[in-house]
């Protein structure tokens, strides 16, 4: 089992950037496939990038976020990270990452498909 405790939201101005981090604690975090969402007022939550459990797996991005976020990890730390760059306001929601059993990863990965989930952070854009 595995525990998420996400970090790094705030209130920023269209076109900053913001890093946020996910601190996992338990055993053999590089052997769980990683995920970001987000949900914002009256939608759905969705997913933003999703990454492989190893060193140099790859990674898988929301259409409307390529190119701007970065989705990263350091296993020797438990540690995941969300690069956000150019951030607009359709970026402002809450933001989860949630953990899965099992390091493969082919495509973005569905709400359905983690287990493990933090508490979210909330990011604001003002425009």
């Known amino acids: 089992q595995v525990q998420l405790v996400e970090s790094g939201g705030g209130l920023v101005q269209a076109g900053d950037s913001l890093r946020l981090s996910c601190a996992a604690s338990?055993?053999?975090?590089?052997?769980?496939?990683m995920g970001w969402f987000r949900q914002a007022p009256g939608r759905e939550r969705e997913p933003v990038a999703s990454?492989?459990?190893?060193?140099?797996?790859?990674?898988y991005y929301l259409n409307s976020v390529k190119g701007r976020f970065t989705i990263s990890r350091d296993n020797a730390k438990n540690m995941l990270y969300l690069q956000m760059d150019s951030l607009n306001a359709e970026d402002t929601a809450v933001y989860y990452c949630a953990a899965r059993s099992g390091p493969i990863v082919t495509r973005l990965l569905g709400m359905q498909e983690f287990a493990y989930w933090g508490q979210g952070t909330q990011v604001t854009v003002s425009s």
């Open positions: 990454i492989a459990g190893l060193a140099g797996g790859r990674s």
């Open positions: 338990g055993r053999a975090f590089s052997m769980y496939a």
